[in-house]
């Protein structure tokens, strides 16, 4: 290989020769790692996101779904499916919305 990168720390500075962080103040100065570093970080935060917004209903359905009693756990299959729908429907409604405003 023996490809040489000069990278030129955005913080210092330094110019620094295959490294990913800079040897004299450790600013990141891979700009590559840096997106992906906060590509990764904006993923996890949408995750962590996703999950506050399972609001109160979402969990309630998740606990009846595992209920012992049959009857009760196809009830509640049948209502999660509609409560699904009017979710899947708000969001898109809220998308549309937002296409209109923009
Ligand atoms: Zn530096």
Known sequence: ???ERYRTCQKCGTINLNRDYCSHCGHIV????????KREEKAQKKEEQAAKDKNQVTLFFERVLDHKNPFIRYTAKFFYSIWVVVLAIGSFLALIFSYIAA
Request: glycine share 10%; aromatic share 0%; no cysteine.
């Open 1 to 3: 290989m023996g490809e």
């Open 30 to 37: 891979n700009i590559n790692l840096e997106r992906k570093l």
